[in-house]
């Protein structure tokens, strides 16, 4: 029996475990459990590690690790790094970024913390209704004399404006670099992401379609951009005693190089599951009202490790918050992948700035459980639970606001 056999489907509201019914699954289902490759192969790696003897500073496995990834992007150069954030600041250094930088605030924290770390003021941009992702018009709008770039971010692994942004840093005369920490063995007018702006970081963290334990990759088609940044990750070392600049310590290990191999073996595998489930989540929540669930272009390459479901509650009248404590007492933790908007982060609010789109959005979202740990089985109850939520809003949204103390 699969462990998140879920319980007899609720009928009635008072099914739901936060009226007092019994959780819809036994384990909590997350968002975000890794996808894990060939176990067999990972142990072999680890142990070709122990005998080698080289743990971390661009071991084999590293160097593998980035030519693989080159290969598949298709990118002349590709650096692996600690993890993105590291990345970035890296990227954001080794391109000269300074004063102001443009970036959605519609992303996760690490875009803006990237920028902020080295005192570079992040300027933020609202997103397109359509795309969810940075809006061209209002950015044009957004750039001083004081401006030296652009971070615009594949979120989802949804491409923004590629073409645009990349006319846009040319005629204006910025350096563009794309997170693209989601979008790893994604397409964007058929050729794969990686190889656009002037740079692009990938994460391979633990949560992300290929995982390196922690991870992530600067990559870059420009000669003295990859030149530098690699001595950036290195402490600016160019031999023994030997110094070119400053920087960090931004180096993967063995280990992580010898995970992300051996899931960038699967990924093929990873990609069919997740393309899976994502059509049926989207195809069981199809007829449900105020509901929807963002779709990607079927024509590019996609790695779908994100389901995020778009919740209008003035149709649903039970808000995505309530929905999302509903399904967390459920043992189903949805995430509000990105909430509030880094614009209203602590670090950053500003209360001048509004940003309406990225506040809209930013209510209704709710990324919601996939990948390899997830059954079509456990999608369906989790459907179920929404349905039965939705198509009795006014009184699920009622008897909560009744019940709070
Ligand atoms: N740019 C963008 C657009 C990003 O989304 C991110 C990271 C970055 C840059 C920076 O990349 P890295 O520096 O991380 O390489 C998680 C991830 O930690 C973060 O990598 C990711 N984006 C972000 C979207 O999600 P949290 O704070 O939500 O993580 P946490 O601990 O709540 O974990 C998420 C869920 O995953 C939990 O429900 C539990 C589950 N999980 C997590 C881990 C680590 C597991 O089941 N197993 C695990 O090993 O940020």
Redesign the pocket.
Known sequence: MHKHMPHAPKQVISDLQIFGGRPAFAE?L?????NIGNRQWFADRVNEIFERKWLTNNGPFVDEFEKRIAELTGVKHCIAIC??????EIAIRALGLKGEVIVPSF??V??AH?LQWQEITPVFCDIDPQTHTIDPNQLETLITPRTTGIIA?N?FGRNCEIARLEEIATRRNLKLLF????AFGCSYQGRMIGGFGDAE?F??????FV?A????AIVTNNDDLAHTARLMQNFGFTTYDQIACVGTNGKMSEVSAAMGLTNMESMDDFIAINRQHHKQYAKELADLSGVTVLSNDEEEKCNYQYVVMEIDASNTLVTRDELMQILHHENV?A?R??YPGCHRMKPYNSSALSLPETEKLSERVLSLPTGT?ITPADITAICRIIRLVVSNGREVSEKLRAERP
């Open positions: 909590k997350h968002v975000g459990r890794p993890n993105a954030t590291i990345a970035l992303t996760f690490a875009t990237a971010v979120l997170d693209s920490a989601h970081v994460s391979f963290h633990a949560t992300k995982n334990f922690e991870g992530g933790l995430r992948y990105f740990s």
